[in-house]
Every structure is written in C-alpha cells, then in structure tokens.
C-alpha cells in the first residue's frame, strides 16, 4: 500500500532541496558534503516514517 503522506513529504522536501542543491554545488568556497548531508537527512526521516507503519497486506 502506498503512504501518501511519505510521498508528500519527499516531493515537497526535493521541490525545496533541489534548488538549493544546484546553488551550492556552484559556489567554490562552499562545503562540497552539504547536499549529502541534507540528502541523508531525508533518507533517514522517510526511515523514520516508514518504521512505524504496519503492513496489512492480507
């Protein structure tokens, strides 16, 4: 069964991170791990979220 509120979630958070992704992979005095901090972040909220759903697949 699909989670609409995950998926909500994740859209919304890359509507928003993507921007800002591109922004600072361009600047040069930047942290180059920044996006794949934020990145790892959303993983690991969707992890969150998705650990406590029950399966009812019966």
């Given at each position: 069964m699909l989670n609409y509120?995950?998926?909500a979630?994740?859209?919304f958070l890359s509507s928003v991170f993507v921007p800002l992704a591109?922004?600072?992979a361009a600047e040069s005095?930047?942290?180059w791990f920044r996006p794949f901090v934020v990145w790892a972040?959303?993983?690991?909220?969707?992890?969150?979220?998705q650990r406590h759903?029950?399966?009812n697949e019966s």
């Amino acid at each position: 069964m699909l989670n609409y509120r995950l998926v909500a979630v994740l859209i919304f958070l890359s509507s928003v991170f993507v921007p800002l992704a591109s922004k600072w992979a361009a600047e040069s005095h930047g942290s180059w791990f920044r996006p794949f901090v934020v990145w790892a972040i959303i993983v690991f909220a969707a992890y969150i979220l998705q650990r406590h759903r029950t399966t009812n697949e019966s």
